[in-house]
Nanobody
């Protein structure tokens, strides 16, 4: 069993920055990647960024390239999302996800709210 806990969300003005953190508890067995997703009001959940478990390769949604950075601290079992130059369209609930090689290795956190507004 894996438990994911996100923190670091909040209210920030446009152009500002936030750093989200995801604390991972439990086994790493079956993990393919760690990812951040977000869901804006009235919209479907979408992938923001991923970091591969095997080699640390990263992937970003086009909408956040150059502004967001996903990183990890393997010994501390943490994954981070540094968000810069935030825009109102970045508002939403941000979720941490462990993507597994099979469904039983797939886990989600509870989410943390990010609101970008003046």
């Amino acid at each position: 069993q894996v438990h994911l806990e996100e923190f670091g969300g909040g209210l920030v003005q446009p152009g500002g920055s936030l750093r989200l953190s995801c604390k991972i508890s439990g086994s790493t067995f079956g993990r393919v990647a760690m990812s951040w997703y977000r869901q804006a009001p009235g919209k479907e959940r979408e992938l923001v960024a991923s970091i591969m478990a095997a080699d640390g390769r990263t992937h970003y949604a086009d909408s956040v390239k150059g502004r967001f950075t996903i990183s990890r601290d393997v010994p501390k079992m943490m994954v981070y999302l540094q968000m810069n130059a935030l825009r109102s369209i970045d508002t939403g609930v941000y979720y941490c996800r462990q993507e597994g090689r099979r469904p039983e290795f797939d886990f989600w956190g509870q989410g943390t709210q990010v609101t970008v507004a003046s």
